[in-house]
């Protein structure tokens, strides 16, 4: 089940909510060849930061559920008109999946909270300057307690060499803080050590 609902507060300035909840847990997990969802994990245009943290899909990505009793909220604001060159985008969210196991014994729980804030400026219709700021909170790990954070900080810019060719930019840097012994995410990584990246990514993509 899933809905949304949008309101423009003014012209240039839209906000939304959204909702999404479904139930797998008489399934088998995923490890074991059952369903989940792949709503925060289905990215098909590749990562940006492959290699980091030992590689893997999605690299120094956080993937807040496990799919099996899993429930998503988020608040959504964006900010865009064509005759201002200052765009901004955010938006809000909590994920909970009551019970990671599925149909295996025990129903351990998993929650994130996530934000991020996005502000664009563009110098040129062809030229642009951007800066982000992204956050993933989780208060139960695995079906414990645990305080661990993970933020990322990207500023970048970007050119449009054609209408349907972009060039861009990006210095991004990453830390994992205030996990608990043992508490690992996505990919394996070891959150508990406190890892942490940063580095620039040069890269061009193309639009059709």
């Known amino acids: 089940m899933n809905g949304k609902v949008s309101y423009q507060l003014i012209q240039p300035l839209r906000l939304s909510a959204s909702?999404?909840?479904?139930?797998?847990?008489?399934?088998?997990?995923?490890?074991?060849?059952?369903?989940?969802?792949?709503?925060?994990s289905g990215n098909r245009s590749g990562e940006r930061y492959a290699g980091v943290l030992g590689g893997g899909q999605a690299p120094g990505g956080v993937f807040p559920q496990a799919g099996e009793k899993f429930s998503a909220a988020q608040i959504d604001l964006t900010f865009k008109d064509?005759?201002?060159?200052?765009?901004?985008?955010?938006?809000v969210g909590r994920t909970q999946d009551k019970d990671i196991n599925g149909s295996a014994v025990g129903t351990p729980e998993k929650t994130w909270n996530?934000?991020?804030g996005n502000v664009v400026y563009r110098l040129t219709?062809?030229?642009?300057?951007?800066?982000?700021?992204?956050?993933?909170?989780?208060?139960?790990?695995?079906?414990?307690?645990?305080?661990?954070?993970?933020?990322?900080?990207?500023?970048?810019?970007?050119?449009?060499?054609?209408?349907n060719m972009l060039a861009k930019v990006e210095y991004v840097t990453q830390k994992y803080r205030g996990f608990v012994q043992g508490d690992m995410v996505n990919n394996n990584i070891q959150a508990w050590r406190d890892p942490e990246f940063d580095g620039f990514v040069a890269e061009v993509s193309f639009a059709f």
């Open 82 to 91: 064509a005759k201002f060159p200052v765009e901004f985008y955010s938006h």
């Open 114 to 116: 996530n934000f991020a």
């Open 19 to 40: 909702y999404m909840t479904a139930d797998q847990s008489d399934n088998a997990t995923q490890a074991a060849g059952g369903s989940a969802l792949q709503m925060f």
């Open 125 to 163: 219709p062809a030229v642009y300057l951007a800066s982000r700021y992204s956050s993933a909170t989780t208060d139960m790990l695995a079906g414990h307690a645990t305080d661990g954070k993970v933020d990322r900080i990207q500023l970048g810019g970007g050119l449009w060499l054609t209408k």
